[in-house]
């Protein structure tokens, strides 16, 4: 078992997981954070830091396109162990949003630290 980031972070990234992580395994994309699955140790630590409940184990159904797409980031993106200052300012306006995939998603990866 693993945790993967869904959708529910795309524009709200508020980067609380990322402060209780042990072995930090969080990658940061321009607006959301993904988990290497290979580096999760499944302490569930994270999840229940995440205000936007983005952060689910994936034994859950229906993740499996998230566990793709944790896995495919965080081999591109940047390394985050810290949780820096960049919650976007209508983070609260987009928690809870759907289809935000589809809408916001951005590949670029973010600056990481």
């Known amino acids: 078992m693993t945790y993967v980031v869904t959708d529910a972070c795309i524009r709200c990234k508020y980067m609380d997981c990322v402060e209780v992580c042990p072995v930090d395994c969080f990658y940061e994309g321009e607006n959301m954070l993904v ?5 999760c140790i499944d302490c569930g630590v994270c999840e229940p830091e995440c205000p936007a409940e983005a952060i689910l184990p994936d034994t859950e159904s229906g993740l499996e396109q998230w566990l793709e797409l944790n896995t495919t980031y965080s081999a591109q993106w940047p390394n985050v ?8 300012d209508d983070a609260d306006a987009m ?4 289809g935000k995939f589809e809408k916001y998603f951005s590949p670029e990866p973010g600056a990481g630290d």
Do not use: A, F, H, V
């Open 35 to 39: 988990i290497n699955p290979s580096e």
């Open 81 to 88: 162990t810290r949780k820096l200052d960049q919650t976007p």
């Open 95 to 98: 928690k809870g949003q759907t």
